[in-house]
C-alpha cells in the first residue's frame, strides 16, 4: 500500500521561509515522477516542483528561483524548500507520486496523494 506523508506546513509573514517534507512509503520515489502541487480553494490544483526519474527538477515559473525540490531516493523523502514566500503562495501543498519515467504536470496523471499541508502566508 503506498503512502505519502507530508509535514512541515505552517505560518509566515511575507517574506519568510518554509520547509516541507514528504514520506514515502509502498514505492521508491526514485521510480516514480514525484511532484508537489498547491490548491487553493476554488481553484484547480496546481504543479509546483516535478522531479522524474532522471532526477531532473521541473518549477512553475510562479516559484521559480524561490522554491527548491528535492529527493532522497535512500530515505524515499521528498522536500520543498520555500523561500520569500508571498501571500499568493497560501494554499494547501501536497505530494504526490506516479510510478514510471516521464514528465507530468497534469493533477490527474498522478497515481497517489498525500493529505496535504497547510501553508498561510500572511502580508
Known amino acids: 500500500q503506498v503512502q505519502l506523508v507530508e509535514s512541515g506546513g505552517g505560518s509566515v509573514q511575507s517574506g519568510g521561509s518554509l520547509t516541507l517534507s514528504c514520506a514515502a512509503s509502498?514505492?521508491?520515489?526514485?521510480?516514480?515522477?514525484m511532484a508537489w502541487f498547491r490548491q487553493v480553494p476554488g481553484n484547480e490544483r496546481e504543479w509546483v516542483a516535478i522531479?522524474?526519474?532522471?532526477?531532473?527538477?521541473y518549477y512553475n515559473n510562479s516559484v521559480q528561483g524561490r522554491f527548491t525540490a528535492s529527493e532522497d531516493n535512500y530515505r524515499n523523502t521528498l522536500t520543498l524548500r520555500m523561500t520569500n514566500l508571498q501571500p499568493e503562495d497560501s494554499a494547501i501543498y501536497y505530494c504526490?507520486?506516479?510510478?514510471?519515467?516521464?514528465?507530468?504536470?497534469?493533477?490527474?496523471?498522478?497515481?497517489?496523494w498525500g493529505q496535504g499541508t497547510q501553508v498561510t502566508v500572511s502580508s
Open positions: 509502498g514505492l521508491t520515489t526514485g521510480d516514480a515522477c
Open positions: 522531479i522524474t526519474t532522471t532526477g531532473t527538477v
Open positions: 504526490a507520486a506516479r510510478p514510471g519515467p516521464g514528465f507530468w504536470s497534469t493533477s490527474s496523471a498522478f497515481t497517489y
